[in-house]
Structure formats: structure tokens, C-alpha cells
């Protein structure tokens, strides 16, 4: 356990020193997410009709982006060779890796998202749950990103590779996450909504490090 | 038993016996399209509501039931290439993927040309031509991984895992693209409840369908065949092979 908490210290250390890897995916959430309100016209009806959706889909994007750099230095400098030689379950070493991912991309995104949510005229009352659900929801962006970059760690454009492979496993996450702020911007419940993208959530927490650690022993071999 | 299949199952030896068995293969699907298209276009009758458009099922259903059948067929092998590293099981993944994109592609085609009478446009959000995309794009998805990876025994390996996880994911993205519909379920799309199908429709659809289950068998075997010499070249038998013309 002692050795997780090491790792994700070393790689939210690296990003610390790095600012441009977590910083760069942000920026790219506001600016893609004011991009619709210029395409499509400053109506506040249309705006919110398509909020949830719009700013789901910003944050999917988002993750995508910072996704190719989660192996790609220590591939490169020979550290995750290393990781899968060590006594450790690969697994857990991969989890650390996804904490401190999510930690630097998908907790920005959860903080800034009150901002988008004003750009965008969700309703006030709304946003706590928008918060909410990209708390729920972007932690499996990053369990199943994962998957997609360990698969393509070493190949020198992996970069839109990895979106052909992991967009289409995003889409249950879209569908309920951004269908739950809808319904509760209508004021309705959006318990099963909740409660279907927790148990994604844990679905994924529970074979997704598997996954990708067998993904990155395939890719080293 | 196992040591019979074990031996079959040599690259050399399938290749011999695939060589042997596919033209009966080809015969035997080539009999069942024919006599399924003839009963289906010309003996079945039109259907009171659609007409004749109708009859493009023939077409569309099977490409839709392989497509689904084709991708099981690829998590089938793919789990064999990871746990047991059966070469011919990943020669069998990598070759239906394209077949298996293939109908898919087929089933949304004659998906969209039915639409256009039945609903009045090319393209509905229906649940089910919804989820043949996301489909698409997972057969696509696995193309591009396969081919990106220069060591075809990585390529193979990650694309055998990659074709797991898809296979894990999609019933819940098929259920969350259904639970997505009712949401958003549109009221000029009338539903149709299902009928129960008439057997002068029912034989050439079934015709068809194994029909299309033969087509992917030799399609299927042709290409392995391919592949096997392709990836066998240094070995001794593909040499004597070439030497000699046939084997």
C-alpha cells in the first residue's frame, strides 16, 4: 500500500513540475466548450437544451487529450519496464497511475465546470449534481482511457489511435451522465441515473487496472 | 481428441485441410443465397403494410445477426490467443475483423435504404442502428490497433485484449443506448410491434441467414489461408509450397 501512495506522490510531483501535461487538457475543456455557444448562436433556450451534452462531451474530449502522456515518459525513460519487473501486483502500480491521472485532469475539470455551467445557463440549482456526476463519471474516463493508452504505449502516433479506441466505451458514461443534468435541470429525479453511473464506476474500477496492466505486459514483451 | 484438434489446428495441416473443405463451403453457401433470394424476392409474399420494400430483410437481417455472430466468433478466439497462445486462433481474429466490419457496414446500408420508405429519412436514432454504429466503430477500432502495431505478435495479443473489452462493454452500451432511446424516444417514429412472421417469409430468411453463416465460413477460411503463408513464410513448408505450386 505504502508503494502506491509512492507512486501517485511521484506522478503528481511530475506534473507539478510540468505544468503545460495537466494544464493544456483544461484550457481545451473551456475553449472547446465556448466554441458552441460562437456555432451555434447566444439563444439561452438552445444553450441549455444542449449544456449537458455539450460539456460532457468537452470533458470527454478533454481526457482524451491528456490520455497519451499517462505511459509515455515512463515508457520512455524505461521506469515502467521497471514497474512491471518489481514484486508489486502490476495492477495496483496501474491504479496509482489512474489516481494521479484523474487527479490532474479530472479534478480541474470537476472545479471549473460551474464556470462552463454559467457560460452555458444551466440552472444554478443544477450545478451541484453537474459537479456530481463529473465526480462519478470522470474517474471511469480515466479507468477505461487507461485501457486504450496502455494498448498503444510505444507506438509513435498513438495519439488518435487511442481516441478510435476508447470513444465508443465512453458512450454509456455520456449517455448518463449528461441525460441526469438534463432531467434534473426539468426537475425530476435522477436517482437511477446516479445510481447506474456508480456502478459503472465500480465495474470499472474492478477490471480496468487488470486490463490495462495485461495490456502493458503485452505491449513490453 | 485433443491431440486430433491439436494436430488440425497446426498451421500447416489447417492449411491443407481449409484448402480442401472450402470450395464444398462455397458450393453449399452459394446454393443457400441463391435459393434463399429466389424464394425471398419473387415467392414470398408482399407484406400487407410495407409492400415490397419489406423484402430488403432478406438482406439485412442476416448482415445484422452476423455482425453480432462475428464478433462473438472474435472474443471466442481472442480469449484463446491470450490464455492458450493459439497461433491459429489469433490468424482467426485478425481475418474475421474485416468480414465482421463488412456486415456490419452491410446491415446499416440496407438499414438506411429501408429507412427511407419506413421513415421518411436515411438516417433515425433507433436503438438498434445506434448500437450497429457504435458496433462499427469497435470492428473499426480494432482494424486500426491491429494494423498500427508493426510486431504482428503484439498487434495480435493487444488487439485480442482490446476485442475482450468490447466484448465486455457491450451489452451495457447496448442497454445504455436503449435506456438513451426510451428517453429520447421521438413521436414520429412509429413503432413496430412485432409480427408474427409468416413462413413463406420465415424460410428464405433463415435460408439467408445460414446462407450468410457460409459466406463468413469461406470468406473467413480464404483469408486465413492467406495469412498463414504470410505469417509461415520462413518455415519449411511454405518453402516447399511455393517450390512446388500446390501442396
Known amino acids: 500500500m505504502k508503494i502506491f501512495w509512492y507512486r501517485v506522490k511521484r506522478d503528481l510531483l511530475l506534473a507539478a513540475r510540468s505544468r503545460n501535461e495537466w494544464l493544456n487538457p483544461v484550457l481545451f475543456f473551456i475553449i472547446v466548450t465556448s466554441l458552441f455557444p460562437l456555432g451555434i448562436g447566444p439563444e439561452v433556450n438552445t444553450l441549455q437544451t444542449i449544456a449537458p451534452g455539450v460539456i460532457w462531451v468537452s470533458a470527454l474530449l478533454a481526457t482524451l487529450l491528456s490520455l497519451d502522456s499517462v505511459f509515455r515518459s515512463d515508457f520512455l525513460d524505461g521506469s515502467l519496464e521497471q514497474m512491471l519487473l518489481s514484486p508489486y501486483p502490476a495492477s495496483l502500480l496501474v491504479l496509482a497511475k489512474i489516481l494521479a491521472h484523474w487527479l490532474t485532469t479530472g479534478v480541474p475539470l470537476i472545479l471549473l465546470s460551474p464556470l462552463l455551467a454559467v457560460f452555458m445557463h444551466i440552472p444554478l440549482t443544477t450545478i451541484p449534481l453537474l459537479m456530481l456526476t463529473l465526480l462519478l463519471g470522470t474517474p471511469i474516463l480515466s479507468l477505461i482511457g487507461t485501457i486504450g493508452a496502455a494498448l498503444t504505449v510505444g507506438l509513435r502516433r498513438g495519439g488518435v489511435l487511442i481516441s478510435l479506441l476508447v470513444l465508443p466505451l465512453y458512450i454509456p458514461v455520456l449517455i448518463f451522465a449528461s441525460s441526469a443534468v438534463a432531467t434534473h435541470a426539468m426537475g425530476l429525479s435522477v436517482e437511477a441515473h446516479l445510481s447506474l453511473l456508480g456502478g459503472l464506476l465500480f465495474f470499472a474500477l474492478a477490471l480496468a487496472p487488470l486490463a490495462a496492466a495485461s495490456a502493458l505486459r503485452i505491449a513490453m514483451e | ?247
Not at chain 2, 435506456?179 to 413462413?199: G, N, R
Open chain 2, 1 to 247: 481428441m485433443f491431440a486430433w484438434f491439436h494436430k488440425l489446428t497446426a498451421p500447416k495441416n489447417f492449411y491443407r485441410f481449409a484448402g480442401i473443405i472450402n470450395p464444398w463451403i462455397g458450393t453449399i453457401c452459394l446454393i443457400l443465397i441463391l435459393s434463399g433470394l429466389y424464394l425471398g424476392l419473387f415467392k414470398a409474399p408482399p407484406d400487407y403494410q410495407q409492400g415490397e420494400s419489406y423484402r430488403i430483410i432478406f438482406v439485412h437481417v442476416p448482415a445484422a445477426w452476423m455482425s453480432m455472430f462475428v464478433y462473438m466468433v472474435m472474443a471466442c478466439s481472442a480469449f484463446m490467443t491470450l490464455v492458450w497462445r493459439y497461433k491459429l486462433a489469433g490468424i482467426i481474429t485478425e481475418a474475421s475483423a474485416a468480414i465482421g466490419a463488412s456486415f456490419t457496414f452491410l446491415a446499416l446500408a440496407t438499414g438506411s435504404l429501408w429507412g427511407k420508405p419506413m421513415w421518411g429519412t436515411w438516417w433515425v436514432w433507433d436503438a438498434r442502428l445506434t448500437s450497429e454504429l457504435i458496433l462499427l466503430f469497435l470492428y473499426l477500432g480494432y482494424i486500426a490497433l491491429n494494423s498500427a502495431i508493426e510486431n504482428k505478435k503484439t498487434a495480435t495479443r493487444a488487439s485480442a485484449l482490446l476485442v475482450l473489452v468490447g466484448v465486455i462493454n457491450i451489452p451495457i452500451i447496448h442497454y445504455s443506448v436503449e435506456w438513451w432511446y426510451t428517453l429520447h424516444q421521438p413521436a414520429t417514429v412509429t413503432k413496430m410491434d412485432k409480427p408474427s412472421i409468416h413462413l413463406d417469409m420465415l424460410i428464405p430468411l433463415l435460408l439467408m441467414a445460414l446462407g450468410f453463416t457460409f459466406f463468413y465460413a469461406f470468406t473467413l477460411l480464404l483469408k486465413v489461408r492467406t495469412l498463414l503463408i504470410m505469417r509461415e513464410q520462413k518455415s519449411k513448408w511454405v518453402q516447399e509450397l511455393l517450390e512446388h505450386g500446390k501442396s
